[in-house]
């Protein structure tokens, strides 16, 4: 079963900034609720023991407030000396995993994971896991392509249409970003993941529970009308 998670947590939301100001965007309220407290109560429901949070811009307020607002995990914080992108970001976090493999999530989306779902795919098939969901649109995202639950390739952004597109959730072994140098950035979705091919064995989890990301100003709207409704329970005090 996994164990232990990592959240993306140092955006600087530049595009979310007319709805929020200079707050972190992981930190952006929904309903009253820092989303980033959203997902550590999901995790913390689905059975994750120990969530590393990789922190960047305005990390001191991230950890002030939740060593002021303690959660029933244990946390722990790791900190960009300089912008390392998203590739950089994980690969600092993986130091601080006791695991062998972490399940990885960005810190501006929210997935209905099944953890114990999750665990059982990974204990089949003992490979790194991208988890996928079903769009009308991958514009925005980038499109996965797969055989039965083998990913061949993974396209960049612009390609307009129907498809699978990554749902910014991740399973990963500790050693898997070993290859690339500790202090220069580089991107888990360009320049790691649209590299991959067959022979890399990735495997896509395809998800059909709910999905929504709050990185521009119409999803994080669509998330405050909506986000309370679909998960109450994460949202009782």
Known sequence: MISEAIILAGGLGTRLRSEIGDIPKPMAPVSGMPFLEILIRKLESEGIQHI???????????????QNRPVASSLSFVVEDKV?????????????MSTDYALVMNGDSYLDIDAAAASQFLNKYQSPIIFGFDVD???????????????????????IGPGTISAGVYILPKGILDHFPSDEPFSIEFDFFESITRKDRFRLFHSTNYFIDIGTPDSYKLAQAELQTQIPLLFKT
Not at 56 to 64: F, H, L, M, P, V
């Open 52 to 66: 590393i949070l990789s922190l960047g811009y305005r990390s001191q307020s991230i950890i002030e407030h939740f």
């Open 84 to 96: 390392m992108g998203t590739g950089g970001a994980i690969k600092l976090a993986t130091k601080k």
């Open 137 to 159: 649109n991958t514009y925005r995202y980038g499109c996965i392509e797969y055989e039965g639950s083998l990913i061949t390739n993974i396209t960049e952004k612009g390609r």
